[in-house]
């Protein structure tokens, strides 16, 4: 049932308003969140027509930023999947160094950052390589939500955040503000540099990466944005470049050229065979 100031067709304008600018796809069982988000910002903007609301949006870029901000969920922690991150030290970052050219930058990127936690967490385990020094690594962090850059850049988060990080690390790799906030020290934060980007829009800046993380992104797309999305990866990474999705998250059947791994029940995808 629709609220009375979104009818069905209006509804059916922002879905496919947001599919368009972002990849995201609202299946019917989740609907009802997009619904729930769009007229709450009716009401923040005291709007009643939700065709009003619709022609700001889709007529004005910062408007629909703003409405992108909104309508993405923004759900991290530190090492989330703790196994991707076990992988990326123990297999794949020493596979780097032995093959990378002397004074050769370590180039990761962090695609749908959120709020900061991935690409963080991926600085700290380069830098638990005692091979691998802050300024041989550079790592790019991208989202579509302008709130969440920010939270990222302050690099603030509280105890509760913190779940996965063992004391060692959070001695090594925080500073403290008080009991339960903490600050990632700056040559954590000087590894990163974080940008506004949107996956599915055509982009000819960034250049070629050895790692590529696009974690829990691909549940919100459908098969041809994914397909777009993990092609434009492809491009992008060295010949001997590794990808990781999400662990709920497949490229099973797209058309793709990429490789797929299982080791130590690690799963992960590469450009060709003679990575390791």
């Known amino acids: 049932m629709y609220d009375t100031k979104l009818s069905e067709y209006s509804f059916l304008m922002f879905k496919d308003l947001v599919y368009k600018e972002s990849g995201i796809f609202f299946t019917d069982n989740n609907d009802t969140i997009l619904k729930f988000r769009i007229t709450s910002l009716m009401d923040s903007k005291s709007i009643d027509d939700s065709k009003e609301l619709y022609k700001i949006i889709s007529s004005d870029k910062k408007e629909l930023r703003l409405f992108l901000d909104i309508v993405t969920t923004n759900l991290t922690k530190f090492f989330r999947t703790i196994k991707h991150f076990e992988i990326l030290k123990k297999r794949i970052l020493p596979t780097i160094i032995k093959k990378r050219n002397k004074n050769e930058k370590i180039r990761i990127w962090s695609a749908g950052c959120s709020t900061g936690e991935e690409p963080y967490s991926i600085a700290m385990a380069c830098l638990e390589n005692e091979d691998i020094s802050p300024s041989d690594v550079e790592i790019l962090a991208t989202d579509i939500s ?44 000087n590894m990163i540099s974080f940008e506004y980007d949107n996956l599915i829009h055509e982009n000819n800046k960034y250049p070629y990466f050895d790692i590529i993380f696009c974690r829990n992104v691909f549940i919100y797309f459908d098969n041809q944005s994914i397909e777009l999305t993990v092609n434009k990866f492809y491009d992008i990474l060295k010949d001997n470049g590794y990808l990781f999705i999400g662990h709920s998250e497949s490229l099973f059947g797209l058309d793709t050229k990429f490789i797929f791994h299982n080791i130590d029940d690690t799963i992960f995808y590469t450009k060709n065979n003679g990575v390791f």
């Open 146 to 189: 302008y709130k969440s850059l920010e939270v990222a850049k302050n690099a603030i988060y509280d105890i509760a955040k913190l779940e996965n990080i063992s004391n060692r690390c959070l001695n090594r790799y925080f500073d403290m503000i008080d009991s339960r906030t903490y600050k990632i020290k700056d040559h954590i934060r």
